[in-house]
């Protein structure tokens, strides 16, 4: 167990829709990021934020958007959503910014759009 | 363009010999590299990494080689154990932040 909880588990819904993906990071981690893994594809980079500020953008879509809360936890929001957003999104903390602070991983959200 | 590959999709090997997982990169400023392993509905987990002043890492059953003039790494597990049984994404860094560039994995399955 990581440490790291990410709500729902599993996510199906229509074209054009809009969701809301939750991650609650490890105790005591204040970086949150979020990847998005498609078919055969690696994790893709999509955002990052360190104790409630955005700190590096990857290749995240306008129609996405994350924050971070006071109290850590992040949210993913995902609009008008077509069918190539199907993924699994993942969420990862760490407790600090350097690369040699492991990033620990939710067992992600799947997102099947129809 | 994929900057980080690992062009084998799946490897199946003999449970007490060795894994052989490789890795090849093509931005020359990654300077850092990690192995993640991932197995199913479960999040990816740490493994090992090497930064580009060494050329091998070692942690118990687990060593990576770093050959950068050849822009490519590799992970040995011996000996190999069902337990190993899972995907292996390689990931590189280019800067000291966790901007991580991730392969698409390589599937392994030891068999008993």
């Known amino acids: 167990d990581s440490g790291v909880t990410q709500t729902p588990k599993h996510l199906i819904t229509a074209t054009g829709q809009r969701v809301t993906l939750r991650c609650s990071p490890r105790?005591?981690?204040?970086?949150v990021y979020w990847y998005q893994q498609s078919l055969d594809q690696g994790l893709q980079f999509l955002i990052q934020?360190?104790?409630?500020?955005?700190?590096a953008k990857g290749n995240i879509l306008e129609r996405f958007s994350a924050q971070q809360f006071p109290d850590l936890h992040s949210e993913l929001n995902l609009s008008s959503l077509e069918l190539g957003d199907s993924a699994l999104y993942f969420c990862?903390?760490?407790?600090?910014?350097?690369?040699?602070?492991?990033?620990?991983f939710g067992n992600g959200t799947r997102l099947t759009v129809t | 363009d994929q900057q980080v590959k690992q062009n084998s999709p799946s490897l199946s090997v003999q449970e007490g010999r060795i894994s052989i997982l490789n890795c090849d990169y093509t931005?020359?400023?990654?300077?850092?590299f990690l192995w993640y392993k991932k197995y199913p509905a479960e999040g990816p987990t740490f493994l090992i990494s090497?930064?580009?002043?060494?050329d091998k890492n070692e942690d118990g059953r687990f060593t990576v080689f770093l050959n950068k003039s050849a822009k490519h790494l590799s992970l040995h597990i011996v000996p190999s154990q069902p337990g190993d049984s899972a995907v292996y994404f390689c990931?590189?860094?280019?800067?000291?932040?966790?901007?991580?560039?991730f392969g698409p994995g390589t599937r392994l399955s030891v068999l008993p």
């Open positions: 931005n020359s400023m990654f300077d850092y």
């Open positions: 990862a903390s760490s407790v600090g910014l350097l690369r040699n602070s492991p990033l620990h």
């Open positions: 990931a590189a860094s280019a800067d000291y932040g966790q901007n991580f560039v």
């Open positions: 934020y360190y104790n409630g500020e955005e700190r």
């Open positions: 105790s005591g981690d204040l970086s």
């Open positions: 090497i930064s580009s002043i060494k």
